[in-house]
């Protein structure tokens, strides 16, 4: 008895969902269901111009696609990332430039960038020196061309 309620309910999902598709014309294997036709004309009552098959139908057009929209920022997320980066300047600040410059060395250049910016000139100048040269004038190129329009003073 089971076996009979399991093999009946295996249908019913399979089956509403095969009639689901049916109904929407997705099966390549059913013909699609089909929609109401209107009656012909009666006797004596001409059929009206629109009745009339036309040589060329409008193509049908495709299904409007839901547009994906860009996600909201998040004012509390910025805050919490700013609040971050404002203790992260406070630590490297914290350290002398002899033990600060090889650990920033080892940084994402963006983050360098962002950590400099906020810094103390004469501070970012001294781990810029304990940096490897390479590292620094590539960083110094970047803190040159990028404005600072966006950078929130956390001193």
């Known amino acids: 008895m089971k076996a009979l309620i399991w093999i009946v309910l295996i249908l019913g999902v399979l089956g509403g969902g095969g009639f689901g598709l049916y109904k929407a014309g997705k099966l390549p294997f059913?013909?699609?269901?089909?929609s109401a036709k209107k009656a012909p004309p009666a006797a004596g009552q001409g059929a009206?111009?629109?009745d009339a098959p036309t040589a060329t139908a409008a193509p049908a057009r495709a299904p409007a696609r839901p547009v994906a929209r860009?996600?909201?920022?998040d004012p509390e997320a910025a805050s919490r990332a700013e609040k971050r980066l404002a203790r992260l300047v406070a630590v490297y600040e914290g350290m002398s430039a002899e033990e600060a410059?090889?650990?920033v060395d080892r940084l994402p250049?963006?983050?360098v960038v962002d950590l400099l910016r906020?810094?103390?000139e004469g501070k970012a100048a001294k781990i810029l020196l304990?940096?490897?040269p390479e590292r620094a004038a590539k960083l110094t190129a970047i803190l040159a061309k990028e404005p600072a329009?966006?950078?929130?003073a956390s001193r």
Request: proline residues 21%; without cysteine; glycine residues 4%.
């Open 118 to 120: 906020r810094m103390d």
């Open 70 to 73: 860009a996600p909201r920022p």
């Open 101 to 103: 410059g090889p650990i």
């Open 130 to 132: 304990r940096m490897k």
């Open 30 to 34: 059913l013909p699609a269901p089909k």
């Open 48 to 50: 009206s111009p629109a």
């Open 149 to 152: 329009a966006n950078v929130v």
């Open 109 to 111: 250049d963006a983050l």
